[in-house]
């Protein structure tokens, strides 16, 4: 009886929160129900001691501080752009970049190439924000550019500067650029699945020169990604990636059209913020491992921090005077409570469950399953991401258990926590949150006619399947 109780006390946050979240319950809520079933469970079923409670508190407290301040530098750089017109500089810059006689390089540039880079750097879905219209500009149906500008979201482990990834790292127990280089790795499938489906969305003429630009986008955005987490670590790895695409992709398009479009003043003040944090995280990590500044000076290469200058800089540049910033700071704090709430409270379910043994326990459950139990765990990060819609309360939900099951059946911890952080990362194309946010903008409606859905959905699953298959063989 007293594993039956266990059990039952073990999964029963997690159900309540999938159970509240399919009733459409907003997710901030759905996180604080399911965290007070946790800490009931924890107290009556498992009972941590005291140093146990305290050990995770001191482990835990500064990631979870660190995701907060990213997640406050990302909504206030987003929030300077729009108020400074920043994203519209830098688009407009970016088409006017390709010839207009062919609309395939210019939409490969948007899709992969600026859709990434902006979820890289501010998350919450900002890039299929930016593209989406601009995918309609181009001659592209409204339905076709919503589904484009989602497919084009396939860096999510590295959104932000990558804080769900970081959750990932801690709650598994694992090194964080070496989840970095696994995520990478396995990021292969998302890369090749949303390029093939894009196609298919399109439906263009299929064409030698085609394929072969879509093969030049996956092989050089997935080298790049795999080569700066490998070289830089994994907060700049999105940014990184997506500029390789769009260099490629300007430069293919130049061929034929001559020198680039000349840039403007307001260019660069758009792109000024971006070239503070790069250049900021790049020179911080070479300074660190050069030996050059000191180890307790190790904050200096945190994303948290550049991010937040980057924001400063942005909001700068969109007021005459910083006195007059007041209503954008307002704003981007009126718009942070409830994201870094969200992220915070689904991160203290997965601290809580960690700390009591509610996750170990599952873990073995699942071990029972052996070699079965891993190859799921990608789906189970999938679930979680859907519900969700962010990859950091998929990675806060299953991190430890993830890694728990693997080390239970002797596979490879990091590969199946890396499958697991890739698949709930990419499930957020289909998100409700994230269909309801890229439909809003080009739509009337929160949602997409069903054959956009199925397509969405099937790049989904056969991601999540692959990716099962690769932790198989390589876990």
Known sequence: ????????????????????????????????AGLVGAIVAAATAFRPDDDEILAAMHQMGPTVLEVALILLGGVTLAVAMSSAGSRDHIADWLTRAGPT??????????????????????????????????????????????????????????????????????????DF??????SALLTLPVLLVS????????????????????????????????????????????????????????????????????GS??????????????????????ALGSGLVPEAASWLDSPALWVNIAALVALRASVPAMSNAFPLVREAVGAWVPVAGNAI??????????????????????????DVALALTPAVGAAGGYLTGSNTGAAAMFSSATTGVASDVGANALVALAGQNVAGSYAIIVSPPRVALAVGVVLSGTKLPGGAGRALGTAVVAATVALGAAVYLLG
């Not at 650029?177 to 696994?182: H, K, N, Q, T």
């Not at 003043?265 to 070479?286: E, N, W």
């Not at 689904?346 to 052996?370: D, E, K, N, P, Y």
């Open 345 to 370: 409270v689904f991160m203290a379910i997965g601290i809580v469950m960690a700390t009591a043994g509610m996750a170990s326990h599952l873990a073995q459950l699942a071990s029972g399953a052996g």
């Open 101 to 174: 006689e062919d609309r395939i390089p210019v939409i490969l540039l948007l899709v992969f190439g600026l859709t990434p880079f902006m979820e890289s750097v501010t998350g919450f879905g900002l890039g299929v924000v930016i593209t989406a219209p601009l995918l309609v500009r181009i001659g592209l149906s409204p339905v076709k550019a919503v589904v484009s500008g989602l497919l084009g979201l396939t860096l999510v482990p590295w959104g932000s500067l990558g804080p769900g990834t970081l959750v990932a790292a801690e709650l598994g127990g694992q």
């Open 195 to 262: 390029t093939v489906t894009l196609v298919l969305v399109l439906r263009p003429r299929i064409t030698v020169r085609l394929t072969l630009l879509c093969s030049a986008v996956v092989v050089i955005q997935w080298s790049a990604l795999v080569a700066a987490n490998m070289l830089l670590g994994a907060p700049p790895a999105g940014i990184v990636a997506s500029l390789a695409v769009i260099a490629f992709l300007i430069g293919v398009s130049r061929v034929r059209g001559g020198p680039l479009p000349r």
């Open 265 to 286: 003043r307001d260019l660069l003040r758009a792109v000024a913020p971006f070239i503070v944090l790069l250049s900021g995280i790049l020179g911080a990590t070479v």
């Open 1 to 32: 009886m007293s594993e039956l109780v266990h059990t039952g006390a073990a999964i029963a946050p997690i159900l309540l929160v999938f159970g509240l979240l399919a009733l459409r319950v907003p997710s901030l809520l759905a996180g604080a």
């Open 177 to 182: 650029a070496d989840l970095g280089v696994w």
